[in-house]
């Protein structure tokens, strides 16, 4: 269901989206002309001769309402060029967009731009990376600091870093599906691969230059935390709401930032930095182009391809000089023929033996071949003897499922267990069977895995998705204890609260 405010996106799935989509594309750029209000009968003039768009007001009209009841429009009267009392009363309307529309449009535009965004390897991105490095470095060695100057230094800085990154992992994700070119011709794929191959080789010269210099300047910084509270304060300068959690959560946003950034360069102590990781997968596109060029040249030189096969034969079939010679390549090209070897017997054999055939002896020359009838009929022949015996899997599968049946039980006990509907404390689990245990800990993987920050509450769902849980913040000044047939296990305690969905 879709609640008030995400009504404004209910047009997109309706049974005339393209219409209403050119009618809120229109107000948007009226909007951006200045231009606040339009009358239908502007409208009318702005979509003429476009198709699935209203020809007449009145069928325009009750579109503009649905998206007036939407929230995407807001109306009010018109009654500027009334000229009489009839006029005056008549249901004549103004229409601009909504707060609310507008918002939509504008997700909608930022949706389309970053889904055809191009992906881009920017070497001028990590010259500009060192530059912005340089200007903090030298804004920081200066008493007293200048933090406006230094505010707008580091936005610079990640807003020429995130643009890197996004460009540098759309390009990657669809470098892949460029490499699997089909129906390109071949002189325009080896372009193709020169200049792809040129290009991820100065990229590749660029930032393993740009990623040693960069890592240099990030270690010189003398950045610590009193520059991101400064920071922080100088992005609320101007909120009305300048409040003490306002300010941790700026200055926290702030500081992963920076985290971030050092980590995609110079990476951690648990892995490789991710412009390694970068490094690595523009390399391997190189052996995967050269790969693709040696299949275009194999396929070029042995043409052993099921398309030049079938394009001979019809050539074949169409050079044929009689209905005869046609039948006879269609058997010979769909072995229609019959087979030698299909029944042989050994006087057959000794037929064969006291014979000059040879396997180069013609069909219509050589001896018919003594086919089993039963092979003619049903096309094999069956082994003789008696029937198989039939095995009784009855006693084995009233086992499996009573074992079944079993572990049903014991999960639907274990959910019983859990499940109580009420926040509990992991201690108050103080003894649990296997298959409850083995459910607690299932739910709180799932739970963990999920988890982001280790201050906030998270809810997860089981792995066979019949249990919810919400998980709190452990409490690292309380343990808990679980006894199971297996042991006990301990660990911080925190609030659960487990359900059936």
């Known amino acids: 269901m879709i609640d008030g405010i995400h009504k404004v ?107 055809h965004r191009p992906g881009e390897l920017q070497t001028a991105a990590l010259r500009d990376i060192t530059e912005f490095l340089r200007a903090i470095q030298a804004s920081l060695g200066k008493e007293p600091l200048d933090i406006p100057r230094l505010h707008a230094e580091f936005k ?40 792809l191959l040129d290009y991820l080789e100065r990229f590749l010269g660029e930032l393993v230059m740009a990623s040693s210099e960069i890592s240099r300047q990030v270690l010189a910084l003398p950045v610590h935390d009193e520059i991101f509270d400064r920071l922080a304060r100088q992005s609320l300068i101007d909120s009305l709401d300048d409040s003490k959690a306002l300010r941790e959560q700026t200055r926290r946003r702030w500081v992963g930032q920076w985290t971030g950034f050092r980590r995609w360069f110079m990476g951690m102590a648990d892995g490789v930095s991710q412009a390694e990781i970068l490094r690595r997968r523009a390399r391997e596109a190189i052996p995967a182009l050269l790969y693709t060029v040696q299949t275009i040249n194999d396929r070029r030189v ?8 079938w394009q001979t034969l019809a050539l074949w079939f169409a050079e044929a000089q009689s209905d005869h010679d046609a039948h006879r390549l269609w058997r010979s090209a769909f072995a229609m023929a019959p087979a030698r070897h299909l029944s042989i017997n050994n006087e057959t054999l000794e ?21 089993n009838p039963r092979l003619r009929a049903s096309g094999r022949v069956t082994a003789r003897g008696g029937p198989n015996r039939i095995i009784d899997t009855s006693r084995e599968r009233d086992l499996l499922a009573r074992l079944a049946e079993a572990e049903n039980a014991q999960i639907e006990a274990a959910k019983q267990t859990l499940a109580r509907n009420e926040p509990l404390l992991l201690s108050d689990f103080e003894s649990l069977d296997d298959t409850a245990f083995e459910l607690l800990l299932d739910l709180l993987g799932e739970a963990m895995s999920a988890r982001i920050s280790s201050s906030v509450s998270v809810e997860a769902t089981s792995t066979d998705g019949s249990l919810t849980i919400r998980l709190e913040p452990f409490a690292l000044d309380r343990q808990a204890r679980i006894q199971t047939s297996s042991g006990a296990i301990t660990g911080p305690d925190a609030r659960v609260l487990i359900r059936e969905t």
């Open 351 to 371: 037929f064969r033996d006291q014979s000059d055939e040879t396997p180069r002896t013609s069909w219509l020359e050589a001896e018919p071949v003594r086919v």
């Open 156 to 195: 610079s800085l990640f807003d020429r870093f995130e643009e890197l990154t996004h460009r540098a992992q759309t390009f990657m994700r669809g470098l892949q599906s460029t490499i699997d070119l089909h129906g390109i011709s071949v002189e325009a794929f080896l372009d193709y691969k020169n200049r």
């Open 9 to 115: 996106f209910a047009h997109l799935s309706q049974e005339h989206a393209s219409s209403y989509r050119m009618l809120l594309e229109t107000f948007a750029v009226a909007r951006e002309q200045f231009q606040i209000h339009l009358r239908p009968a502007e409208i009318l003039r702005l979509l003429a001769n476009k198709a699935d768009c209203p020809t007449d007001e009145e069928e325009l009209t009750a579109r503009l309402q649905q998206l007036v009841d939407w929230g995407n429009l807001e109306r009010t009267p018109d009654r500027v060029e009334a000229t009489t009392v009839e006029e005056f009363y008549r249901a004549r309307f103004l229409y601009q967009l909504s707060a609310a529309g507008e918002a939509a449009e504008a997700a909608l535009r930022h949706f389309e731009e970053i889904l």
């Open 302 to 309: 042995s043409r052993s391809d099921r398309l030049a096969d």
